[in-house]
């Protein structure tokens, strides 16, 4: 599966942005579905999960209560909703699938950057 992601931009902090990776190639429904971040000299960071099921999700404390993530089989998108963004959230994000029935298929999207600055 290919995967694109938007939605990227400067945000002022308390401010929101919505993210979204769309698959080309096949649906997502057989994938679990990440996000993740990279800071400048900082390592790549997992910012939430959903399995394929859309049952569970996964936030790491830093960003929990704040971040949201849904995803449409449907519509192969899979989104990431930030709320109370803080300059600490500064990152390129990334998404990612992983196929449930061959954990060694994983796919990556682009990255796009978002910048949380006054």
């Known amino acids: 599966v290919q995967l694109q992601a938007s939605g990227g931009g400067l945000v002022q902090p308390g401010g929101c942005r919505r993210l979204?990776?769309?698959?080309?190639?096949?649906?997502?429904?057989?994938?679990?579905m990440g996000w993740f971040r990279q800071a400048p000299g900082k390592e790549r960071e997992f910012v939430g999960g959903?399995?394929?099921?859309?049952?569970?999700?996964y936030y790491p404390d830093s960003v929990k209560g704040r971040f949201t993530i849904s995803r449409n089989n449907a519509k192969t998108t899979f989104d990431l909703q930030m709320n109370s963004l803080k300059p600490d959230d500064t990152a390129v994000y990334y998404c990612?699938?992983?196929?449930?029935?061959?954990?060694?298929?994983?796919?990556w999207g682009q990255g796009t950057q978002v910048t949380v600055s006054s």
């Open positions: 990612r699938a992983l196929n449930i029935y061959n954990g060694d298929e994983v796919s």
């Open positions: 959903i399995r394929w099921t859309g049952v569970n999700l």
């Open positions: 979204s990776c769309t698959a080309s190639g096949r649906t997502i429904s057989s994938y679990n």
